[in-house]
Each structure stands twice: as structure tokens, then as C-alpha cells.
């Protein structure tokens, strides 16, 4: 079939490839337009830009496939089936109705688990151990179009969400491969959604990735592993903004009665390991961004911070005891 690929991050990329080195015809690539990247906010191409022109393939950059002048590239092409990983903008009518076959995205839950624009990471986030992708036929609503086919992956127990997708792109993309085959020889079987089993996944903002450390240790652990890299776990100390790595519960640490309880967000260095207290058991830090520096290990931070007893992140000042 002739193919029109539709994404913009690099966890699209393993897709692009595999339609490339499948027996359909790649005849272009939708992507959203170059965007800022870095302190310098330099305009850049997405991931997908950059491989598909690498690969001869025509790039067509647009947020919106409905307006008229993407719509008037996209009818040029004539595509049987858009295929769309990761795109990133909303497509609607008239755009739906260009390809014969329609628009095809691979999603990185087990739909209806997790619609929306995070699944990964709020999979994380709520503990779950299995996910996996799925392909569907994109309508109006919020992915909630026929599933074509599923595959499944298991959450291991130290993923972050940046480890897991990487795992999906790529074990995904011959998912995505497939069901374009079983497109092209009528051999696709459509299932609609259950209505059981909804759970939503929007997008995550900064404001998100704040640690709240109140909570039990393993909803610290699984929010910062969640958010990681993207948007990027974060607290605050004494004012200032710092950047977490994911974290360890220690369900053993305060057994000891030589030690004292800490309470959410105190701090303590004790034999090169960096605690943080929660609502359950401390968690240790392993790596951290101080305000305006580089990452770094939490041990190397404490040496050089010389906190006083009973410094607590979201602690506002520190208080000497």
C-alpha cells in the first residue's frame, strides 16, 4: 500500500524504519513543524524530519492536516492508510477521509487503558505491571476507534517511563507493520473498544512532576520514575528548584532503633547513601540537578551543601536541631 507516515518524536522513529524496510511505499512523512531546542532555542526538525529526509522521503510539516494547504499535500499523495505514531496535533475532517484505508495510530497502552497523550508514564505512575501497544483506526473521539491488534509488555520494577517507551517503540513497530499487511490483503479485523476498563491519560505538565513527599514511598518512587525524563521530577529546598533522579524505598531503613523517623522531606546523609523521608519509609536519592548545575550524585550534592539537621525539601527554611 502506498503509505503516509505521521509522527514527530524519536520514539516514532523504529516505525518509520520498519514501513521502510516493509514491502509498502513510504510516500511521505507528516510531521509538526521544526520547534526551540535548548537554552539557545535554536528551531530544530523533529526526529522524524530528520529520518524520513535522510531516507529520500518527502516531509510535509504541518499542526493541523485539516487546513487546506496540508490537506492539499496530503490529497496529492493519495496514500491508502496513514500511519501515525506519536504525531503529536489533532486530526479531523476532511483529513480522516483522504486515505481509503484511514488513519492507523500505534498506541502505547492496552486501549481502553490509558487514552491519551501520557500513557506511559501514568502506567508507571499507577503501579501497573503489565501495558503494551495497540493499533486502532482514529475517529473523532479520543482514541477511541476499532483496535486492529495488541501486543504486550511487562513493566519491570525500576522502568522509568523513558526506558519503557523506548522498550514499546520498538517492540511496536512491527505491531504496526503487520496491521498495515493485514489491511492490504483484507485480512484486518476491527474489534471495538469495551466500554470497561476506561482510564485516562493526559498529557503531564511541570506542576505534575512535583514531588509531594507526604505520600507512601512506592507513590514517590513510581511519580519520579514516571516523570522521567520527561517533564522531569522536581522539589524544592530553602527556594530553590532541584531536579530529581528516580529514587529507591528503603523498607528497612528505620528499623534500626539507633535511627530517628524522618519526616516527608527531611534529608539525611548517612554513610555515602542520601534518605529522604516520606509518608511510609525513606526513599534514597541517587542523582540530582541542583538550581543552575549539571546532574550529579546525591552524595557529591550533600558533601558540598553542608545541609543542617532537619533541612527538608518543600520545607521552606531550614531548621538546625
Not at 130 to 150: N, R, Y
Not at 156 to 171: C, K
Not at 253 to 270: H, K
Amino acid at each position: 500500500m502506498r503509505v503516509l507516515f505521521a509522527g514527530t518524536p524519536a520514539v516514532a522513529v523504529p516505525s518509520l524504519e520498519a514501513l521502510l524496510a516493509s514491502d509498502h511505499e513510504v510516500v511521505g512523512a507528516l510531521t509538526r513543524p521544526p520547534a526551540p531546542v535548548g537554552r539557545k532555542r535554536v528551531l530544530t526538525p523533529s526526529p522524524v524530519h530528520t529520518a524520513a529526509e535522510a531516507a529520500g522521503v518527502r516531509v510535509i510539516t504541518s499542526n493541523r492536516p485539516h487546513e487546506q494547504d496540508t490537506l492539499a499535500a496530503l490529497t496529492e499523495l493519495a496514500p491508502d492508510v496513514v500511519a501515525v505514531v506519536a504525531y503529536g496535533a489533532l486530526v479531523r475532517s476532511p483529513a480522516l477521509e483522504v486515505p481509503r484505508h484511514g488513519w492507523i495510530n500505534l498506541h502505547f497502552s492496552l486501549l481502553p487503558a490509558w487514552r491519551g497523550a501520557a500513557p506511559v508514564q501514568h502506567a508507571i505512575m499507577a503501579g501497573d505491571q503489565i501495558t503494551g501497544a495497540s493499533t486502532f483506526q482514529i475517529e473523532a473521539g479520543l482514541d477511541t476507534g476499532p483496535v486492529l491488534g495488541t501486543m504486550t509488555e511487562t513493566i519491570r520494577p525500576r522502568d522509568t517511563s523513558g526506558e519503557l517507551l523506548d522498550r514499546l517503540a520498538r517492540a511496536g513497530a512491527p505491531l504496526l507493520v503487520a496491521t498495515l499487511d493485514a489491511l492490504a490483503s483484507g485480512a484486518a479485523d476491527p474489534r471495538p473498544q469495551p466500554a470497561d476498563g476506561v482510564s485516562l491519560a493526559p498529557r503531564l505538565r511541570s506542576a505534575d512532576a512535583q514531588v509531594d513527599w507526604s505520600l507512601p514511598a512506592q507513590v514517590v518512587d513510581r511519580r519520579i520514575r514516571g516523570c522521567t525524563p520527561a517533564p522531569g521530577a522536581w522539589t524544592t529546598l530553602a527556594g530553590g528548584r532541584f531536579k530529581l533522579g528516580p529514587v529507591r524505598p528503603q523498607p528497612d531503613a528505620q528499623r534500626s532503633g539507633d535511627a530517628q523517623p524522618l519526616a516527608p522531606g527531611e534529608i539525611r546523609a548517612d554513610g555515602g547513601a542520601v534518605a529522604v523521608g516520606t509518608g511510609t519509609v525513606p526513599v534514597l536519592l541517587d542523582r540530582v540537578a541542583p538550581p543552575g548545575k549539571g546532574w550529579m550524585a546525591a552524595a557529591d550534592w550533600v558533601r558540598g551543601a553542608r545541609l543542617q539537621v532537619g533541612a527538608t525539601f518543600d520545607g521552606g527554611a531550614e531548621v538546625a536541631r
